[in-house]
């Protein structure tokens, strides 16, 4: 069965600073493979998404997320953070071989930010 | 355009009762999903409906079931409701398959006593 790792259940980084939240996928092929934010009493939004091709992907909001097939990774980065990135972030993996909808998420990344 | 909309947003029940959740999607969406988010056990993947059949189901009893109608609308239910079930209940749509962006509801919140 598919699974998402998200080591951090908490990071809290400065004002400006740079971030990486990390996020680890057990599968047995290439999954799709997603990163949502979820603030505080809201939905979840899509801020990326790989299925194939280039392994470095731009997202919304300036974050780009980096698909690692030997270490089976997909970590989120983003080189200066703002105060209203504050959230929490969850990586997701879609099946590849399924035309259906099926997204197994993480654990999930509580992002808080220092001025 | 108008985004996912689920009603209600908040809801309360009592243990043994009966709850149905309701779901529109983005206009011209014709899959809907739902997931179950808990402090405890996370986002959870509960079913998705297309085209008024269910695609897809998760690891849940059968207490839970869906039901999708000509309009893309979806339905969930949850019979026999039990303490456990208190959740937020987010509903997404997308156009068609995995490679279409999911886009989420601001969900229902469910808390029984």
């Known amino acids: 069965a598919q699974s998402v790792t998200q080591p951090d259940i908490h990071i809290t980084v400065s004002e400006g600073a740079s971030l990486e939240l990390r996020c680890n996928y057990s599968?047995?092929?290439?999954?799709?493979l997603f990163w949502y934010v979820q603030s505080p009493g809201q939905g979840l939004q899509l801020l990326l998404k790989?299925?194939?091709?280039?392994?470095l992907v731009q997202g919304i909001k300036g974050f780009e997320a980096e698909f690692k097939r030997s270490q089976s990774s997909f970590n989120l980065r983003k080189p200066s953070v703002h105060w209203s990135d504050a959230a929490e972030y969850f990586c997701?993996?879609?099946?590849?071989?399924?035309?259906?909808?099926?997204?197994?998420f993480g654990g999930g990344t509580r992002l808080m930010v220092k001025p | 355009k108008a985004g996912v909309t689920q009603t209600p947003r908040y809801l309360i029940k009592t243990r043994g009762q009966q709850v149905t959740l309701s779901c529109s999607p983005i206009?011209?969406?014709?899959?809907v999903s739902w997931y179950q988010q808990t402090p405890g056990q996370g986002l959870q993947f509960l079913f998705e409906?297309?085209?008024?059949?269910?695609?897809n189901k998760g690891n849940f009893p059968g207490r839970f079931s869906g039901r999708q109608f000509s309009n893309s609308r979806s339905e969930m239910n949850v019979s026999t409701l039990e303490l456990g079930d208190s959740a937020l209940y987010l509903c997404?749509?997308?156009?068609?398959?995995?490679?279409?962006?999911?886009?989420f509801g601001p969900g229902t919140r469910l808390t029984v006593l």
């Open positions: 206009s011209g969406h014709r899959s």
């Open positions: 997404a749509s997308s156009y068609l398959g995995p490679t279409d962006t999911q886009y």
């Open positions: 997701a993996v879609g099946p590849f071989n399924n035309a259906g909808n099926m997204l197994t």
């Open positions: 599968y047995g092929a290439t999954p799709y």
């Open positions: 790989y299925f194939s091709g280039d392994t």
């Open positions: 409906y297309f085209s008024e059949t269910q695609r």
